[in-house]
Nanobody, 123 residues
Framework: QVQLVESGGGLVQAGGSLRLTCAAS???????MGWFRQAAGKEREFVTG????????DYKDSVKGRFTISRDNVKNTMYLQMNSLKPEDTAVYYC?????????????????WGQGTQVSVSS
């Protein structure tokens, strides 16, 4: 049974940084991974994804240049470094296991999800 556990969320002032961690048990290195977020009253949205090897990444336009996704297939862990945070980044952030090939923006293609971690950015 694959499980994903996020950590690292919290409250930060605008302009600050946070690093989210997603620890996986079970199959990890053979799947792409992604980070999604859901703000209050809004639908869940793709933030960033990374290929199985970590060689390819993709980002939502609004986070490009500020967020960096990475993974360590030895430690079965994925990271999201978030810099220059803005109030509009406030949301619950979820890590999820995606398809084996490519990076998908569609949540329906992610089968395993973590429980989420709250990120709050104050102005």
């Amino acid at each position: 049974q694959v499980q994903l556990v996020e950590s690292g969320g919290g409250l930060v002032q605008a302009g600050g940084s946070l690093r989210l961690t997603c620890a996986a048990s079970g199959a990890f290195s053979t799947y792409s991974m992604g980070w999604f977020r859901q703000a209050a009253g809004k639908e869940r949205e793709f933030v960033t994804g990374i290929s199985r090897s970590g060689d390819n990444t993709d980002y939502k336009d609004s986070v490009k240049g500020r967020f960096t996704i990475s993974r360590d297939n030895v430690k079965n862990t994925m990271y999201l470094q978030m810099n220059s945070l803005k109030p509009e980044d406030t949301a619950v952030y979820y890590c999820a296991r995606g398809p084996k090939y490519g990076i998908s923006w569609f949540s329906s293609e992610y089968i395993v999800w973590g429980q989420g971690t709250q990120v709050s950015v104050s102005s």
